[in-house]
């Protein structure tokens, strides 16, 4: 039995005896070669979900649309399960309403070729998951993306920068596809008082990308879904890696990873590092 029909089945069964009340997928897309999340509440209907390379969108934010209907299932590769368990610790979601089906992540393929943020992946198969489907994905070489930023100068950085963020249209389809922007007031749309511009000058376009980076500090798993939103083709992991980075070296952690570990920046340890103090 394929992994799809394993998917399909357990939905099914989970649908039938009532045990969950919709089963949070991913569907083929009226676009060849796409997938898009799917909601499936009818047993029947469980025929339609897949797994394949195709299923990028990191569906754990969808939990915080959907979870006030009871129980839910949610297919989750890696990532997305990465990101559920940024949502627990935050207490966004109750751990007992979720039903979390694991799938193994060989990569996501956007263009012919895989993507980016796969691969740097570290952790291509669920952190946490109440059952397995299809087996764990095969252990593949990671690449280190980071490096060709990091070593340029600070000028040739900010240069870099400046160009990728001039593109910048203001669209906010990296906010809204992102599982950790749930807030339900933006900065960016605070007004008493206003913290950014909305205008697409490159100072407004950098003073948001830069805050919401560090929003993400500690939170981000580095998923590439607001990179593959972007329309401009944006290289937005350019941030979040970066922010990543210095996370994991200042207080050796790495975001939704180990269930026990609160996040890094929500924790005071006197022995951190504190050069910025004058």
């Not at 029947?44 to 990191?58: I, K, V, Y």
């Amino acid at each position: 039995m394929s992994r799809t029909e394993q998917l399909r089945q357990r939905a099914r069964e989970l649908l039938e005896k009532k045990e969950v009340a919709m089963v949070v997928g991913y569907r083929a897309a009226s676009t060849k070669g796409k997938a898009q999340p799917a909601f499936i509440s009818e047993p029947e209907d469980a025929e339609s979900l897949m797994f394949d390379e195709t299923c990028g969108q990191n569906l754990a934010g969808y939990l915080l649309k959907v979870k006030y209907l009871g129980k839910i299932a949610v297919v989750a590769k890696g990532c997305d399960s990465r990101s559920i368990l940024v949502l627990l610790k935050e207490k966004q979601l109750d751990r007992s309403q979720l039903h979390i089906i694991g799938v193994g992540c060989a990569g996501i393929v956007e263009d012919g070729k895989l993507s980016d943020s796969c691969t740097t992946c570290e952790y291509p198969n669920p952190v946490i998951s109440d059952e397995l489907v299809g087996g764990p994905a095969p252990a593949r070489e990671i690449c280190n993306l980071q490096s060709a930023i990091c070593n340029l100068t600070s000028d040739e950085r900010w240069q870099s920068l400046s160009e990728d963020i001039a593109r910048c249209v203001r669209c906010y389809a990296c906010r809204q596809v992102c599982p950790s922007c749930y807030c339900p007031v933006c900065f960016v749309d605070a007004s008493q008082p206003a913290v950014v511009g909305k205008t697409t000058e490159l100072s407004d376009n950098m003073v948001f990308h830069i805050m919401r980076a560090l929003h993400m500090a500690g939170r981000c798993v580095e998923c590439g879904s607001c990179a593959r939103a972007c329309p401009m083709g944006i290289d937005l992991m350019k941030f979040n890696r970066k922010a990543a980075q210095i996370v994991k070296e200042r207080f050796n952690t790495v975001a939704g990873v180990k269930e026990d570990e609160a996040p890094a920046l929500t924790v005071f340890d006197p022995n951190d590092r504190q050069e910025f103090i004058r």
